[in-house]
């Protein structure tokens, strides 16, 4: 007899899960905006509504579904991050398919290139990519200049 995974081939240990009012849109826009693989869908006994759906994007599954409010499932907002080896392309893709700029991509003091988008559902997309590899004191200092920097500023 096999033995069962713990956590099922293909999964991660922490594993996010979006409540969303029209699941099938988001569906459709993560495909869009990033490329996301849909895996799997569930629909609810009426097929108006999805239940479950599970999708992928680069090696990180997440789930969704439509928020079931009368079953104490309200719609939720999310914080993601989404790391890739080509951000640039990423936010652009993202931008192009309608997701709101809340911060603009730019190099970050800690190593990162990142910026902040907000899908059509709410739900916050950090992309980013790790351009600089920083040892702790190297983060250290890059930390203290831009606390001394936004200091001057106010």
Request: a negative charge; charged letters at 25%.
């Amino acid at each position: 007899m096999t033995q069962v995974k713990a956590v099922p081939e293909g999964m991660h240990t922490l594993t996010p899960q979006l409540t969303i009012d029209g699941c099938d849109q988001a569906i459709e826009w993560y495909k869009l905006a990033f490329g996301a693989e849909l895996r799997g869908r569930a629909p609810d006994p009426s097929g108006k509504k999805v239940w479950h759906a599970e999708m992928r994007i680069g090696s990180s599954i997440f789930f969704l579904n439509d928020a079931f409010p009368e079953m104490g499932g309200p719609a939720q907002t999310a914080s993601l991050w989404l790391y890739s080896d080509d951000v640039d392309q990423w936010w652009k893709r993202a931008v192009e398919a309608g997701a709101k700029i809340v911060m603009p991509l730019s190099d970050m003091f800690w190593g990162d290139r990142t910026g902040t988008v907000v899908d059509p559902f709410g739900n916050r997309w950090n992309l980013a990519q790790r351009v600089k590899n920083m040892s702790p004191d190297e983060m250290k200092q890059a930390q203290d200049a831009f606390v001394a920097s936004m200091a001057k500023k106010v």
